[in-house]
Each structure stands twice: as C-alpha cells, then as structure tokens.
Nanobody, 123 residues
C-alpha cells in the first residue's frame, strides 16, 4: 500500500487549497480512505474519511461545511478541498487507508499512511 500526498502550501486566511493523495498497491474500492492532520505540538486528528464501497463519508466537526472529500477511481486519488481556511488549519496533512471501515473519523485507526504534506495558513 502506497499513499502519496500533494497540494500543500502557503495560503492566506480565508483562502482555499486542494490536497490530493495518489494511492496504489490495493483495490481502491475495498479500502476506507481519508485524511488526518497534525498541528504543531498537537496530536494527529481525523479530518474526513470515505468508505468507497458504500459511498459513506464522515467529517470532523471542524471540517463540516468547509472541507469536501472526494475520490476519483480513474486517477485513483483521494482529494480534500479545503475552503475558508484559517490559521487553526495549519498543520501537516496525512492521507490514510485501511481495510477496516471508517464509521467515525475521530475513532478510525488506519494502518497505512502517506508521508504528509504541509499546509500553512497565514493571517
């Protein structure tokens, strides 16, 4: 299983970023995939996840209404569109995957991780 993130960078408060994760080494429809983030000095927390085989997604409270998770089976990617960003969204964002379904992203504990991509939001 390989997960490679891209799309991080520097953005001003109120702006948008789109993160992408290219996956390989597993059957895309068999796995739950999603995103976590880790702010400086804080624990890693779940952002959003999707169970592709049933089309079910879950978002953390801070992501609801601002972030949108999507997948592209042709490109085998998992994307996270992030809008109305604030300094509180600064951190390293990780793509993750697991055979076990993600029912609630806050309690999901995936086995497979990408290397992370940095998102910095300036005020």
């Amino acid at each position: 299983v390989q997960l490679v993130e891209s799309g991080g960078g520097l953005v001003q408060s109120g702006g948008s970023l789109r993160l992408s994760c290219t996956v390989s080494g597993f059957v895309f429809d068999d796995y739950a995939v999603g995103w976590f983030r880790q702010a400086p000095g804080k624990e890693r927390v779940g952002v959003a996840c999707i169970n592709r085989n049933v089309g079910q997604t879950d978002y953390s409270e801070f992501a609801k209404g601002r972030f949108t998770l999507s997948t592209d089976s042709a490109k085998i990617t998992v994307s996270l569109q992030m809008n109305n960003l604030s300094a509180a969204d600064t951190g390293t964002y990780y793509c993750a995957a697991d055979l076990y379904p993600c029912l609630t992203v806050g309690y999901w504990d995936p086995d497979h991780w990408g290397q992370g991509t940095q998102v910095t939001v300036t005020s």
